[in-house]
C-alpha cells in the first residue's frame, strides 16, 4: 500500500470545499481571484496558480527578504536557479532604522506613525516577487521579535515609545526567558486567552493597526499565503483571531486568501499537543505549515513523522508547506549538518508536500551550493514527471536498508526514487510492463549525469524494461534520483 493513501471518494467533497474557501464561492470567468495561488482542484494536496499546478521550492539568505539591500539581486539569483517561493517574516528586529514605525528624533518611537522606509521596502519586495513568479509566505508575528535582545530595542516596549508606559498595558521592559516559555502578554491581547486583561486592548488596537497596514499592500496581490506565527507555543486563539481578521479584510476588498498557524511542536508528530489542532479545522488552517518537523528529526525517523502528519492533514485534503527546512550549524536543539538539509529537502518533496524551502542561514542551507543544487536537480525531475502526479509508494521497494532509498509513483507511468547517499534496491515492476526510460540526476550538481558514458560513474543503462522486480543501483555515492518515464 501507499505510504500516503490516495483521496477517498468521500473526501473529494470536503477537498471542493477547502478550495472553494480560497475562491470565496465567484466562477473562474467573473473573478480574478480566479489567477491568486490556491489549492490545486484536481489535486488539492497542492498549489495552482493562474489556473494551472505549481510547486513551490526555495531557499533564501535570510527570512525578513523584505529589508534586504540587495533584494533585486538576491530574487535574480533565487530565480536563476529554478526557486519560486520565499518566507518573508514581518521582522521586528532590525536596527532602529527599519522599524515599522516612525522614530523621533529623541530615540523614541510613535506607534501612530508608520516608518515609510519600512513599508516602502516591503511594497517593492510585493512587486518584485510578483514579476518573478516568486511566491511569498508571510509570517505576520515571530515570537523571538519580543523577547531577550530583540525586546529590549522594541517599538513596542513601553520604553521605547511615546505612546503607553508599562503601567498602562502591563508591558514589561524585559522579557529574558526564550519565547517558547510563552510569557510575554503581547500575545495574549485576545479576550480569553490566559494572560489577557483590560489594559491589552490598548496593544490590540496598535496591532491590528500594523496587521491593516501590511494588508493595505499585499492584498492587491494573488501570489501571496498567510501564516500568523512563527513556531507559535502560544494557544490557537491568538492566531485564530489573526486569521480572521485578514480573511475579513479580504473579503471587504473583494479578494481571497489562504490562511494557516505554525506550531512548534510539529516535529514530535503523533505526540504533538498543539499541531493536531489544524488536521479537522479547514475554515482556519486552509493549508497546513509543518515546517518544525524539519528540526530535531533525522533519516528514516523524519520521514515517518513526516508521513504521519500529511496523512492527518489529508483526511481533510489540503497543501502542506515547509518554509524552513533545518539543516546547518549542527545547533543541540537538532538542525544536523548542510547534507541533513538537503535530505530533508528531497523527502518532503517525494512524501506529497506542496512546498520545501531551505531556513537561511547558519540554522539551514539557505541559497548556498547545496540548496542550489537540489534545487536545480528538482525542478529537473519535474520536467519529467510532475509531483502531484505521484505518491509515496515505498512499498514497491525491495532489499531496502533504512533511510537508503524514497520512492514516490504514478505506477505504471512513472517512478521518482531517490538515494540520499548511494544504494541498491528492488523497484516492483511487475504490473508495469513496457519500456521507461531512465534520467539518473546528481542532486549536489543540479545535472542530468550520462552514465552510460565512462567517467568514474557505475555504468547504467538509459533503458529498462518493466514486468519484474528490477535492480536499481546508484551510479556512485552521493545523492541521487532516478526518473523513470514510460515511453
Same mark, same amino acid.
Given at each position: ?11 473529494? *467533497? ?81 536596527g532602529k532604522e527599519l522599524k515599522p514605525h ?6 523614541? *518611537? ?247 524551502? *531551505? ?72 504490473d508495469a510492463p513496457g519500456v521507461f526510460t ?50
Amino acid at each position: 500500500m501507499s505510504d500516503v493513501p490516495r483521496i477517498p471518494n468521500r473526501w473529494w *467533497f470536503v477537498a471542493a470545499l477547502v478550495v472553494a474557501a480560497c475562491s470565496a464561492g465567484l466562477s473562474p470567468a467573473a473573478d480574478g481571484n480566479a489567477d491568486r495561488i490556491r489549492p490545486y482542484e484536481k489535486n488539492p494536496r497542492y498549489w495552482q496558480y493562474q489556473g494551472k499546478p505549481v510547486m513551490l521550492l526555495g531557499g533564501s539568505k535570510t527570512d525578513h527578504i523584505f529589508l534586504l539591500d540587495d533584494l533585486e539581486a538576491h530574487l535574480d539569483e533565487i530565480h536563476a536557479v529554478g526557486a519560486n517561493y520565499v518566507r518573508n517574516t514581518m521582522s521586528q528586529r532590525e536596527g532602529k532604522e527599519l522599524k515599522p514605525h516612525k522614530l523621533l528624533p529623541d530615540g523614541t *518611537f510613535d506607534l501612530d506613525q508608520w516608518n515609510e522606509e519600512y513599508w516602502q521596502r516591503f511594497a517593492n519586495m510585493l512587486e518584485w516577487t510578483a514579476e518573478r513568479k516568486i511566491f511569498v509566505q508571510i509570517e505576520v508575528w515571530d515570537r523571538f521579535d519580543f523577547s531577550t535582545t530583540h525586546w529590549e530595542i522594541s517599538p513596542w516596549n513601553p520604553r521605547n515609545n511615546v505612546n503607553y508606559t508599562s503601567a498602562e498595558t502591563g508591558l514589561a521592559l524585559k522579557y529574558p526567558k526564550h519565547p517558547s516559555r510563552d510569557l510575554q502578554p503581547f500575545f495574549h491581547s485576545i479576550e480569553g486567552m490566559p494572560r489577557y486583561t483590560r489594559k491589552l486592548d490598548r496593544i490590540r488596537r496598535y496591532q491590528e493597526a500594523f496587521v491593516a497596514k501590511m494588508l493595505s499592500y499585499s492584498l492587491d496581490y494573488g501570489h501571496v499565503l498567510y501564516c500568523m506565527n512563527n513556531e507559535t507555543s502560544t494557544p490557537a486563539r491568538w492566531g485564530q483571531y489573526w486569521i480572521r481578521f485578514i480573511k475579513d479584510k479580504a473579503k471587504a476588498k473583494g479578494v481571497t486568501v489562504c490562511t494557516t498557524d505554525m506550531f512548534d511542536d510539529a516535529f514530535e508528530g503523533d505526540k504533538a499537543k498543539h499541531t493536531p489542532i489544524i488536521f479537522r479545522d479547514t475554515e482556519h488552517y486552509m493549508f497546513a505549515d509543518i515546517s518544525q518537523v524539519n528540526s530535531r528529526n533525522f533519516n528514516q525517523t523524519h520521514w515517518d513523522r513526516l508521513q504521519w502528519l500529511l496523512q492527518k492533514v489529508n483526511a481533510h485534503p489540503r497543501p502542506c508547506n515547509h518554509t524552513k527546512i533545518y539543516g546547518s550549524g549542527y545547533y543541540s536543539f537538532g538542525t544536523g549538518g548542510p547534507e541533513d538539509g538537503v535530505e530533508r529537502f528531497w523527502r518532503n518533496i517525494l512524501g506529497g508536500s506542496a512546498s520545501s524551502r *531551505f531556513h537561511r542561514p547558519d540554522a539551514g542551507n539557505g541559497l548556498n551550493d547545496l540548496a542550489k543544487g537540489a534545487i536545480k536537480a528538482a525542478r529537473l525531475l519535474e520536467e519529467r514527471i510532475k509531483f502531484w502526479d505521484i505518491t509515496p509508494r515505498l512499498d514497491l521497494l525491495s532489499q531496502r536498508e533504512s533511510n537508503e532509498a524514497y520512492l514516490a509513483a504514478q505506477p505504471g507511468a512513472s517512478y521518482a526514487l531517490y538515494f540520499p547517499n548511494g544504494g541498491s534496491v528492488g523497484l516492483d515492476l511487475t504490473d508495469a510492463p513496457g519500456v521507461f526510460t531512465i534520467t539518473w540526476i546528481s542532486v549536489a550538481m543540479g545535472i542530468p549525469v550520462d552514465t552510460s558514458q565512462t567517467g568514474g560513474y557505475r555504468r547504467m543503462p538509459r533503458t529498462l524494461k518493466g514486468g519484474s522486480v528490477v535492480t536499481l543501483t546508484a551510479p556512485y555515492k552521493g545523492g541521487w534520483v532516478a526518473a523513470l518515464v514510460k515511453r
